[in-house]
C-alpha cells in the first residue's frame, strides 16, 4: 500500500492523535453541547490533520505553506475552545494542561514545517 508524504510527518501524526483524544473528551460533554461545543472543538482537530494532507498535496510550495497557515489557525481555534471548555467545567484543570501542551507541541512543528516550506524551492 502506498504512503503519501504527509503520513510520515510528526506534526501529521500527532494532529491525528490529538483529533481521536478530542473525540474521546467530547464524548463526556454535555447532550445540549452536541451542536455547539462539540461539534466545533471536532472540526477545529479535524481540521489540523485535514489541512496538513491537503497541503501536502499542493505543487507549489507557497499553497503548502497556506495550508500550513490554516492548520496552524485551527489549532488555536481548539485552543480556545478547550480553555471555554475548562471554564464551563466540562474538561479538568489536568486535562486542559495536557491538551494544552500537545498543541503547543503542535503549533511548534508547524511553524517549523512552514518556515521550511518557505524556504525550499520546487
Known amino acids: 500500500m502506498k504512503s503519501f508524504s504527509f503520513e510520515k510527518l510528526n506534526v501529521w501524526q500527532e494532529s491525528r492523535q490529538l483529533s481521536v483524544k478530542i473525540y474521546m473528551l467530547t464524548k463526556e460533554f454535555p447532550s445540549d453541547e452536541k451542536f455547539g461545543l462539540i ?16 497541503g501536502s498535496g499542493r505543487h507549489s510550495n507557497k499553497d503548502k505553506a497556506r495550508f500550513t497557515e490554516i492548520a496552524y489557525g485551527s489549532a488555536l481555534e481548539l ?34 514545517l512552514y518556515k521550511s516550506q518557505l524556504k525550499t524551492k520546487v
Open 79 to 112: 485552543l480556545n475552545q478547550i480553555i471555554l471548555a475548562t471554564d464551563l467545567n466540562f474538561i479538568s484543570e489536568n486535562e486542559y494542561h495536557r491538551l494544552r501542551v500537545t498543541i503547543s507541541k503542535i503549533t511548534a512543528m508547524l511553524d517549523g
Open 39 to 54: 461539534s466545533q472543538m471536532r472540526r477545529c482537530a479535524i481540521s489540523i490533520a485535514s489541512n496538513i494532507a491537503e
